[in-house]
């Protein structure tokens, strides 16, 4: 049972796509992927991804209108079919989704309680995966964007008129790919929005500001101490669902990853108290 997709590289109809560079965007997207499903449906982040693999991609026809490719995922294990069944297309679209959103530090959907379990069950390799997608995957997709200024897109195709954008790859998205840590200590006001119990990454609002910002700690999540993880989910707990007047703070320090032009896209957390 392939899962169908395709990869769409925006263009005016009278100009041409250096070819170089969309081959490189089309090997990222098929990377991605198959890193994602592949991650899902074994429960461990692939070393390496070779043409005797159980889940590859495989390119079908092209489409008129549009520079671009359809591909599809296929699996070539009966067991891992029939996890991928239970799964569902529909719960597989919002991993996708979720892998490569959380990949570039883009604010993702609340996923849904099947896809959020099976996100919980993988735990740390959840993480290794959004790693690993940094590293290669995604540098390879922005290469048509960071070139030649042409945004990209993947998207799931339930049939030839109805396709689900699953992701979107631009000169914008392709700066998060570049971070340095700050050397400088900041404290600051919080509020926590999202929390995993299992890696502790998640997003924080800093207070009077109204944007979400991704966080994480300087150490692996199973080394904080109880009373700090602790913290984080009684704020989240309480301010859920609180006019943003009524909620409770937290003072953290942090060393933020910046971008090239100082944009803080996530903050690297030291310590966590209770605000006065």
């Not at 890193?35 to 092209?62: C, D, F, N, W, Y």
């Not at 919980?120 to 959004?130: F, P, S, V």
């Not at 945004?151 to 799931?156: A, H, N």
């Not at 000169?171 to 006001?189: D, G, N, P, Y």
Request: with cysteine; hydrophobic share 35%.
């Amino acid at each position: 049972m392939p899962f169908n997709l395709d990869v769409v590289i925006d263009s005016p109809p009278d100009e041409h796509v250096d070819m170089k560079a969309a081959l490189e965007t089309l090997q990222g997207a098929s990377t991605a992927t198959r890193l994602i499903a592949e991650t899902i449906l074994e429960e461990k982040v692939p070393k390496h991804l070779t043409h005797k693999g159980k889940v590859r991609t495989s390119l079908k026809q092209s489409f008129k209108g549009s520079y671009g490719h359809e591909f599809c995922i296929e699996i070539y294990d009966e067991n891992l079919k029939k996890k991928f069944s239970r799964i569902g297309k529909a719960t597989f679209v919002e991993m996708l989704t979720y892998f490569i959103s959380e990949s570039l530090y883009l604010e993702s959907k609340a996923l849904s309680e099947k896809s959020q379990k099976i996100i919980d069950r993988l735990k740390g390799t959840a993480e290794a995966l959004i790693e690993q997608l940094r590293v290669s995957a995604l540098k390879d997709i922005h290469t048509i964007s960071t070139n030649f200024d042409r945004d990209v897109k993947i998207r799931f195709r339930e049939n030839r008129y109805e396709q689900t954008i699953i992701g979107v790859f631009n000169q914008t998205t392709a700066r998060v790919l570049h971070t340095t840590e700050s050397i400088k200590v900041e404290t600051l006001l919080v509020g926590i929005t999202r929390l995993n119990i299992h890696t502790g990454n998640g997003r924080l609002i800093v207070k009077g500001e109204s944007e979400t910002v991704a966080f994480g700690f300087t150490i692996q999540y199973k080394q904080v101490r109880l009373t700090a993880k602790k913290i984080f989910s009684e704020n989240l707990d309480h301010n859920n669902g609180l006019e943003e007047e009524q909620w409770k703070y937290l003072r953290i320090t942090t060393t933020p990853l910046l971008l090239k032009d100082g944009k803080i896209i996530k903050y690297i957390i030291r310590s966590v108290a209770h605000a006065e």
